[in-house]
């Protein structure tokens, strides 16, 4: 089936801007999960949903980072006025309840220049 | 401050051989520990994962061993194939705590040469 899929894999944007990153999880799956990976370093916790709600938002570094997920599904990390310091990849990941294994997407690699 | 800590960057061996790949943590509060695999331009794959009520797990090829007293665990892949070539990440969890967080170490690359 189909797994975690995110949009778009590549993304360049100037210092400054707006983008938002989307997930859409496996069908079916309730929790949701955004990490971060910078160069030679292991994924990052972000966020986590369960369902539309944010269970836990303590990864998020400041306030220009945001993430929702109105509906249950589809979520959507958005990043206001980019710094060079965010050019990661983003990765999206959804489990079908806790502490199930998780489904990780193919992620967003951000450059800001 | 690192809580997983993976200290080998790389690791090579044989095919046909055993791959032992290490895991350190400081945080005596996790109890959940998973392995994931990472191939170049996908994202990471779950492999398997050990509760700390066990000290073995065992997949096919694939052995978790977790050793609480050393807050230390390994992943032994036997015979190893060139296929599993692969950056490997090791991550724990608070379960019981209720945290949903994985922490991820930094990954160790493996090269199984043919």
Same mark, same amino acid.
Not at chain 1, 3 to 19: D, I, L, M
Not at chain 1, 59 to 66: A, E, K, S, V, Y
């Given at each position: ?113 | ?7 080998? &960057? ?7 051989? %055993?791959?032992?790949? +290490?895991? !350190?943590?400081?945080?005596?509060? @996790? ?12 994202? &990471? ?7 700390? %009520?066990?000290?073995? +797990?065992? !997949?096919?090829?694939?052995?978790? @061993? ?12 036997? &015979? ?33 040469? &043919?």
């Amino acid at each position: 089936g189909a797994g975690v899929s995110q949009t778009p894999s590549n993304k360049v944007t100037e210092k400054g801007k707006y983008v938002e990153l989307r997930c859409d999880p496996i069908s079916g799956h309730t929790a949701l999960y955004w990490y971060r990976q910078s160069l030679g370093q292991g994924p990052e916790f972000l966020i986590y949903f369960q369902g539309t709600g944010a269970a836990d938002d303590s990864g998020l570094p400041n306030d220009r980072f945001f993430a929702v997920r109105p509906e249950g599904s589809v979520s959507t990390l958005k990043i206001q006025r980019t710094e060079r310091g965010d050019s990661a990849v983003y990765l999206c990941a959804s489990s079908l309840s806790r502490n199930s294994p998780l489904h990780f997407g193919n992620g967003t690699r951000l450059t800001v220049t | 401050d690192q809580q997983v800590k993976q200290n080998s &960057p790389s690791l090579s061996v044989q095919e046909g051989r %055993i791959s032992i790949l +290490n895991c !350190d943590y400081t945080n005596s509060m @996790f109890d959940y520990f998973l392995w994931y695999k990472k191939y170049p331009a996908e994202g &990471p794959t779950f492999l398997i994962s050990i509760s700390s %009520i066990k000290d073995k +797990n065992e !997949d096919g090829r694939f052995t978790v @061993f977790l050793n609480k007293s050393a807050k230390h665990l390994s992943l032994h892949i036997v &015979p190893s194939q060139p296929g599993d070539s692969a950056v490997y990440f090791c991550a724990a969890s608070e379960v019981q705590g209720g945290s949903e967080k994985l922490v991820f170490g930094k990954g160790t690359k493996l090269t199984v040469n &043919p």
